[in-house]
């Protein structure tokens, strides 16, 4: 049985609609191909400036971006009658921002590690990921996949941090 793609909002609904905006990263959701990535590199790409500004302000940031993730993608998938529809990235954009704000060093190299490792685990889904990604509704369970695929990309990133200096 083949599998129905979700329609894919134009960007117009997305004016119209705040959440659905936030929802979908800024329309980098919108990417018909690979729009997590695309949500992943708008999300560094925005982020960085306010890191490299002030670390406190980040913080913030990442707090507030926290705090009204689960609405967001939770709303944005009410309305578009999709559970965790492909578009919807603003999980994507927390997930990156927690891992820039721990890296070791604020440099491109790390700034690409960040991108690639939070890429490979919320592609993968290693356990418990996976699970949490077939198994936790709503939007928590939108966001939650993406924390924990950041807290996996954390580990690595040090992990070679401390083996290789």
């Not at 590199?41 to 507030?64: M, N, Q, T």
């Not at 971006?65 to 967001?72: A, E, K, N, W």
């Not at 440099?107 to 685990?121: D, I, K, N, P, S």
Request: aromatic residues 14%.
């Amino acid at each position: 049985m083949s599998k129905i793609k979700p329609r894919i909002p134009a960007f117009s609904e997305l004016l119209k609609n705040p959440i659905l905006m936030l929802g979908f990263g800024f329309g980098s959701g919108l990417s018909p191909k690979g729009p997590g990535t695309a949500g992943s590199l708008l999300g560094l790409l925005l982020f960085l400036p306010i890191l490299l500004w002030s670390e406190a302000a980040a913080w913030i940031v990442l707090i507030i971006g926290l705090i009204t993730g689960s609405p967001i993608c939770g709303k944005s998938s009410e309305y578009m009658k999709v559970h965790d529809h492909g578009g919807i990235v603003w999980d994507e954009f927390v997930g990156i921002w927690i891992v820039l704000l721990v890296l070791p060093m604020q440099t491109w190299e790390y700034w690409l590690a960040a991108f690639v490792a939070f890429r490979l685990f919320d592609i993968w889904k290693p356990w418990p990921i996976k699970v949490v990604d077939q198994k936790v509704e709503g939007g928590f369970g939108i966001m939650l996949d993406d924390v924990l695929a950041a807290f996996y990309s954390i580990a690595l990133i040090w992990l070679g941090f401390i083996l290789l200096g």
